[in-house]
């Protein structure tokens, strides 16, 4: 049987927004993103993080700080009792400095590339499944997947995770 998702897009929707994020020291989760990823994990979501990360295409930092990064976040996460389960990311840049990732690629959002190869490779349903994210690119990649987009616009991401994926159900019952 598929599995159900709940993707999240990483800067401004996990983690504040700082321009081209690599630093642990720099990274500040959002008001409820710990408490929300914990809340997918024990609601039977697979938790998968697809983040355009263009910083490795303009040469700020490479693939292995990137890594580490997810590395250090899922760290954090085990303290708390959650986890996320995968990460994606686009390395990719039209316009980049370093030509192996110069080049117009189908999974930088809006393109819908992470989540399909997230879906292949967790047997997600994408039906079953939502995408939380602060930009329209995020909520255009997952409605070309076929996966629910919310736009997450700041407050508690616990809140805003359990409003979208409860209240439907909510509504079947009354
Ligand atoms: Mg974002
Ligand atoms: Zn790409």
Redesign the pocket.
Known sequence: MANKAIFFDRDGTLNEDVDYLYEPEKFIWVEGAVAAIRWANAHGYIVVVVTNQSGIARGYYDEAAVLRLHDWMNAQLTKHGAHIDAFYY???HPEAEIPAYRKP????KPAP?MILRAIREHDIDPAASYLFGDGARDIEAAESAGVRGVRYTGGSLLDCVQAAVESPRYNEWI
Request: hydrophobic letters at 0%; one cysteine or more; proline letters at 12%.
């Open positions: 686009c390395p990719h690629c189908d999974c930088r590339g």
